[in-house]
């Protein structure tokens, strides 16, 4: 690698490491239970989701039951199930328009580490 761009690259990274502490970040909340999503949703006025997940979880129906909580409580919600382990640019990218196209206002990541590394 060239000299200068490791200059650079550790003067990127330091800089990074200087300012991650006071930037913004939110902590995701972890529900115990799918019931609590749509009463979440009502409370920030949220009435369509972006659910991110894999293709086994989706076919398995394990979001059936907070599918049900949602139609119940009349929030519309797309399910975006292309996720990989490791997911890709392309993968974000796509789950990423998919979101701006259906006029999402909020993101569900159901599932482990790699749905929630999608967002």
Same mark, same amino acid.
């Given at each position: 690698?060239?000299?200068?761009?490791? %200059?650079?690259? !550790?003067?990127?990274?330091?800089?990074?490491?200087?300012?991650?502490? %006071?930037?913004? @970040? !939110?902590?995701?909340?972890?529900?115990?239970?799918?019931?609590?999503? *749509?009463?979440?949703?009502?409370?920030?006025?949220? *009435?369509?989701?972006?659910? &991110?997940?894999?293709?086994?979880?989706?076919?398995?129906? %394990?979001?059936? !039951?907070?599918?049900?909580?949602?139609?119940?409580?009349?929030?519309? @919600?797309? &399910? @975006?199930?292309?996720?990989?382990?490791?997911?890709?640019?392309?993968?974000?990218?796509?789950?990423?328009?998919? @979101?701006? *196209?259906?006029?999402?206002?909020?993101?569900?990541?159901?599932?482990?580490?790699? *749905?929630? !590394?999608?967002?």
């Amino acid at each position: 690698m060239n000299t200068f761009k490791k %200059i650079y690259c !550790r003067i990127f990274q330091n800089c990074f490491k200087l300012v991650i502490p %006071i930037l913004p @970040y !939110r902590t995701p909340e972890i529900l115990k239970s799918t019931s609590l999503i *749509s009463h979440i949703c009502m409370d920030n006025h949220i *009435s369509k989701v972006m659910v &991110i997940t894999d293709f086994t979880v989706h076919q398995l129906g %394990i979001l059936d !039951r907070m599918c049900e909580h949602l139609d119940h409580h009349s929030i519309s @919600y797309v &399910i @975006y199930d292309k996720t990989v382990a490791n997911p890709t640019s392309d993968n974000v990218e796509e789950a990423k328009n998919l @979101y701006l *196209s259906s006029n999402c206002q909020a993101l569900i990541g159901f599932g482990g580490g790699s *749905s929630l !590394r999608e967002f």
